[in-house]
């Protein structure tokens, strides 16, 4: 099983980003997605969710109307487009793949994102 982060790096306030992450290994179409966000001296943070089939997301307060989680189950990656971005958005972003009902959970190694002028 594989989760690779790519597409962190350092972007000015306002900026955007797209990170995607790709799977292998496991039948990503079954699993749920998931971004969370570690930010030093802080507890890791769900940021985003989408559904198995992609039909439904839901997003924490402090990103809504700025972040889109996405997938493509044909490409068997997730995405999530950050604009507007923010100081406070400096983190690490991880992905995680999920089947709760089986209590399944992967882990990407997370790509850092900083925002900063």
């Known amino acids: 099983v594989r989760l690779v982060e790519s597409g962190g790096g350092l972007v000015q306030p306002g900026g955007s980003l797209r990170l995607s992450c790709a799977a292998s290994?496991?039948?990503?179409?079954?699993?749920?997605m998931r971004w969370f966000r570690q930010a030093p001296g802080k507890e890791r943070e769900l940021v985003a969710f989408?559904?198995?089939?992609?039909?439904?997301?839901n997003y924490v307060d402090s990103v809504k109307g700025r972040f889109t989680i996405s997938r493509d189950n044909a490409k068997n990656t997730v995405y999530l487009q950050m604009n507007s971005l923010k100081p406070e958005d400096t983190a690490v972003y991880y992905c995680?793949?999920?089947?709760?009902?089986?209590?399944?959970?992967?882990w990407g190694q997370g790509t850092q994102v900083t925002v900063s002028s």
């Open positions: 290994g496991f039948t990503f179409s079954s699993h749920i």
């Open positions: 989408i559904s198995s089939g992609g039909g439904t997301t």
């Open positions: 995680n793949a999920a089947r709760t009902s089986y209590g399944v959970s992967y």
